[in-house]
């Protein structure tokens, strides 16, 4: 079983920042992904950045690319999402994910195994 708790969200105006944690505990593995997708109201949950866990890069949908970077502290087993340059259009629940299963694409939220209880993120216009 693992664990995950986000914080960092928040309001803040369009054109800001906000860095958003999450923090893993419990069963780890030697390989995974960690991933965040965010859902704003009446639309489904959306893929936004995943990093392997043993990788130094992520990935990214293309609204947020050039303006969020997803990181991880291995030794805070701690995941980051930077995100700058923020519009309105960014306004959802934030969640941290884990996918365990290497053979499923980390674009879809239904490969992801465990689920954070999500931070809400308002941009104001």
């Known amino acids: 079983q693992v664990q995950l708790v986000e914080s960092g969200g928040g309001l803040v105006q369009a054109g800001g920042s906000l860095r958003l944690s999450c923090a893993a505990s419990g069963r780890t593995f030697s390989y995974y992904v960690m991933g965040w997708f965010r859902q704003a109201p009446g639309k489904e949950r959306e893929f936004v950045a995943a990093i392997s866990w043993g990788g130094s890069s992520g990935d990214y949908a293309d609204s947020v690319k050039g303006r969020f970077t997803i990181t991880r502290d291995k030794a805070k087993n701690t995941v980051y999402l930077q995100m700058n340059s923020l519009k309105p259009e960014d306004t959802a629940v934030y969640y941290c994910?884990?996918?365990?299963?290497?053979?499923?694409?980390?674009?879809?939220?239904?490969?992801?195994?465990?689920w954070g209880q999500g931070t809400q993120v308002t941009v104001s216009s």
């Open positions: 994910a884990v996918k365990v299963d290497v053979s499923k694409s980390y674009y879809y939220s239904r490969a992801y195994d465990y």
